[in-house]
């Protein structure tokens, strides 16, 4: 799990894996100390037994691995004490993962012969980091463009304004627009996440929520309105007294 600055530019991660070593003490052999490995008596170290069927085509010979080596053609009379004949041990590691810049939720590195070690000894698989990208409080991500809102008051939106953007490197200043309306977006260049291949960065998209005033005072009231009337704009009047439920109310008391 990384937090999206890590993701953006990277960074080396400590990781703890439980996974299969090479045992020191037989060296991936299986054996114990001054011991050898033995032919299968039951497959006379081929690996595989065969198998003849009569039908009435006649016969049929088929083969199939040894149970009793499990195909390797040879046994362990004298297991080593350590790992029990496997070769390896299980153990909890530690590694330090490179995160290149600009991975994203849900990839895969892969740190080849990291894994586990195969039985007997064998070459070691690959291990495969998946990487989880935790959410951000202000940014969301969509490929390597960025996401915000930021709110501006209605006057500030009429006026216009310069606001001060958070970005992943710094701070920046950006002007908005006199008039601009509600869901306006302001592109910020190359302020997204860098790429993963190649040069260059994405964008950063900031959304303005405009934001309209749920309470005004007497004197607000009064300048908004003369403010519409020199634009010829209607308002309606509100009754002081209440909405609908105040006249249903006036009504049956004067119909009473």
């Known amino acids: 799990e990384l937090d999206l600055n890590e993701t953006a530019f990277g960074v ?29 008596e039951a497959c006379q170290g081929r690996g595989e037994v065969q198998s003849v069927q009569r039908t009435f085509l006649g016969q049929v010979v088929s083969a199939r691995p040894c149970t009793v080596c499990q195909g390797y053609g040879t046994t362990i009379p004298h297991p080593c004490p350590t790992c029990a004949g496997d070769g390896r041990v299980r153990t909890r590691r530690s590694l330090t993962v490179k995160i290149p ?8 590195i892969r740190l080849a012969q990291q894994g586990e070690v195969g039985p007997g ?10 990487i989880h990208e935790r959410p951000h409080d202000v940014y969301s991500r969509k ?56 040069t260059g960065r994405g964008d950063l998209y900031v959304h303005l929520d405009v934001r309209t005033p749920t309470k005004l005072d007497a004197d607000q009231e009064r300048m908004l309105r003369d403010f519409a009337k020199t634009r010829g704009e209607e308002v309606a009047e509100l009754s002081k ?7 249903m109310r006036d009504a049956f008391n004067g119909h009473a």
């Open 12 to 40: 080396e991660a400590p990781i703890t894996v439980d996974t299969a070593v090479l045992c020191t003490t037989c060296s991936g052999a299986g054996t114990a100390a001054g011991t050898h490995l033995a032919t299968c």
């Open 101 to 108: 810049a600009g991975v994203e939720d849900g990839m895969r």
């Open 121 to 130: 000894g064998g070459t070691p698989g690959d291990l495969y980091v998946e």
């Open 143 to 198: 490929g390597d463009d960025l996401h915000c809102r930021v709110t501006v008051p209605m006057t500030a939106a009429a006026l216009g304004t310069r606001l001060t953007i958070k970005t992943l490197d710094s701070e920046e200043s950006v002007d908005v627009k006199p008039g601009t309306q509600p869901g306006s977006t302001l592109r910020l260049r190359a302020r997204g996440v860098p790429h993963l291949r190649g």
């Open 241 to 247: 007294q209440g909405g609908f439920f105040s006249r």
